[in-house]
Structures are given as structure tokens and as C-alpha cells.
């Protein structure tokens, strides 16, 4: 995510539209780690995920109505980023 912004704040500055393509594999990965870590946040306790290391994936720091959480949010901006994208990248 945090690559996204410097290169999309730069593409901006420059009026460059020749960056999109070359956005869509960081979208695509950053999705899929937010995917990833959403549907280990939905594992029960006891599944023992064991890629997470010391800080357990398993918590939820924020989680509002039950299922907005934080890999929740990124996984949203991700969608809404490559949806502008795909947008910019039409001819009008």
C-alpha cells in the first residue's frame, strides 16, 4: 500500500497515465496478503497458524459490525484503487 501512494502522489504531479499498468501487480499482491490475512483472522484459535511468527494474526485490533476489520480495510482500498485505475486507463 505504502508503495502505491508514493508512485500514484508522483504519477499525479507528473500527469503520467503511463504508470497504471505497471501498479497492477502491487494491487494484485497487496490484495492478495490482505486476503490472506483476513481469512486467517476468521480461523478459530485453535488452528495454530503458524506463518505469523511472535504477533499473533489471529487479533483483531479493530473490528466493527463483525467483520470490518483492518486487512478488511486495506483489502477495500486495493479494490477501490485498481477500480480508479482500470477507470483511467479507459479512452473517453
Same mark, same amino acid.
Given at each position: 500500500?505504502?508503495?502505491?501512494?508514493? *508512485?500514484?502522489?508522483?504519477?499525479? *504531479? $507528473?500527469?503520467? $497515465?503511463?504508470?497504471? %499498468?505497471?501498479?497492477?501487480?502491487?494491487?494484485?499482491?497487496?490484495?492478495?496478503?490482505?486476503?490472506?490475512?483476513?481469512?486467517?483472522?476468521? #480461523? +478459530? +484459535?485453535?488452528?495454530?497458524?503458524?506463518?505469523?511468527?511472535?504477533? +499473533?494474526?489471529?487479533?483483531?485490533? *479493530?473490528?466493527?459490525?463483525?467483520?470490518?476489520?483492518? +486487512?478488511?480495510?486495506?483489502?477495500?482500498?486495493?479494490?477501490?484503487? *485498481?477500480? #480508479?485505475?482500470?477507470?483511467? $486507463?479507459? %479512452?473517453?
Amino acid at each position: 500500500m505504502y508503495p502505491l501512494t508514493l *508512485l500514484l502522489g508522483i504519477a499525479y *504531479l $507528473r500527469n503520467d $497515465r503511463s504508470i497504471v %499498468p505497471y501498479l497492477y501487480p502491487l494491487i494484485i499482491i497487496g490484495a492478495g496478503f490482505s486476503l490472506y490475512h483476513s481469512i486467517i483472522q476468521k #480461523l +478459530p +484459535p485453535e488452528a495454530g497458524v503458524s506463518a505469523c511468527g511472535l504477533v +499473533p494474526c489471529q487479533s483483531d485490533y *479493530l473490528n466493527w459490525f463483525g467483520w470490518l476489520t483492518i +486487512p478488511m480495510l486495506a483489502l477495500t482500498a486495493f479494490v477501490i484503487i *485498481l477500480m #480508479l485505475l482500470l477507470q483511467i $486507463r479507459k %479512452p473517453s
